[in-house]
């Protein structure tokens, strides 16, 4: 049988039959001979040992198209950053985080805020079109009105999507929403610091439909651009793609010190949101500073 792991145990993986069924597996040891450890995500193919108590072997790991150190977890196609609009207020430094980590590995994602029904109209404005001008589709949603639920279940159709993002924006919120079997603990925001307690512990897929999985992730404080070149991060910000061609020194440029930079002039006529353009030098300069040391 095929399946996919939607959770992984004390050592046991749950395999989703892509039915309705879920098998506690055990992998089999040529697996750990071989150096694989499966993963959340991963398709694979395995035997039923017991039908009755639903328990089986792992048999083979089918190919990976893509892989993801944290969380760990494999073959996702698609992610939703989710952030609140406000109750907190968003960090978009840490939200192009996000989408610098996203872009790194080639994965599609969208930027859903949430809470919109806290958040001012004019706000609300000033963050879709920070993201749709820099290429990436919007989602302005709220969980607790039951606004634009469905739209988030439209893009989520025929899909492995993960969502990330900050703790207490509502994520865990957001998966009862689309797949109330999910059943997950929703945390509340401290009043004091308005930071949300960490409530998702392990990366657990949820089958919402048919073929259309859905992983909420353990929210993260700070989020490092580890392992990259700061001349690499340039094409972290598709929007820069545009105007790279008016830069005097084409490839070469950082659009940062360079004069005649088709970039910063972009910055500069607000094609290019100053925000996107600050966290971008300030990621730079990160990756330099690690660098040294």
Do not use: W
């Not at 083979?60 to 198209?65: A, G, H, S």
């Not at 952030?83 to 930027?111: G, K, Q, T, W, Y």
């Not at 992730?217 to 651009?225: A, N, Q, Y």
């Not at 001349?231 to 820069?240: G, I, Q, R, V």
Request: proline letters at 4%.
């Amino acid at each position: 049988m095929k399946g996919k792991i939607i959770k992984g145990i004390g050592g046991f993986y749950y395999v989703h039959d892509r039915i309705n069924c879920v098998y506690a597996c055990k992998a089999r040891g040529i697996f750990r001979r071989r150096g694989i450890r499966p993963v959340v995500g991963d398709d694979v193919e395995f035997t039923v040992t017991d039908e009755g108590d639903q328990e089986g072997n792992i048999d083979e790991i089918l190919p990976r198209r893509n892989e993801l150190i944290r969380p760990l977890s494999a073959n996702i196609d698609q992610a939703l950053v989710v952030f609140a609009a406000a109750s907190p207020e968003p960090n978009l430094n840490l939200l192009d985080r996000f989408l610098v980590m996203m872009e790194v590995r080639e994965i599609p994602v969208s930027v859903c805020f949430n809470k919109c029904d806290l958040a001012e109209e004019e706000k609300l404005e000033e963050y879709r079109t920070i993201y749709q001008s820099a290429g990436y589709p919007v989602y302005r949603i709220s969980v607790k009105e039951s606004r634009g639920i469905g739209e988030i279940r439209g893009f989520l159709r025929g899909k492995t999507t993960i969502l990330a993002g900050p703790s207490g924006v509502g994520k865990s919120s957001l998966t009862n929403a689309v797949s109330p079997g999910a059943d997950m603990e929703v945390g509340s925001i401290s009043e004091k610091v308005q930071r949300g307690k960490h409530t998702t512990r392990h990366a657990e897929l949820f089958c919402v439909e048919p073929e259309t999985y859905l992983m909420d992730t353990p929210g993260f404080s700070s989020l490092m651009v580890e392992n990259m070149e700061e001349k690499e991060l340039k094409y972290d910000f598709p929007e820069f793609a545009r105007y790279a061609s008016g830069c005097r020194f084409g490839e070469d440029c950082m659009h940062i010190g360079e004069p005649v930079c088709g970039v910063k002039e972009a910055v500069r006529e607000g094609k290019i949101a100053h925000s996107r353009y600050e966290n971008y030098k300030l990621m730079v300069q990160e990756i330099k500073g690690r660098k040294r040391y």
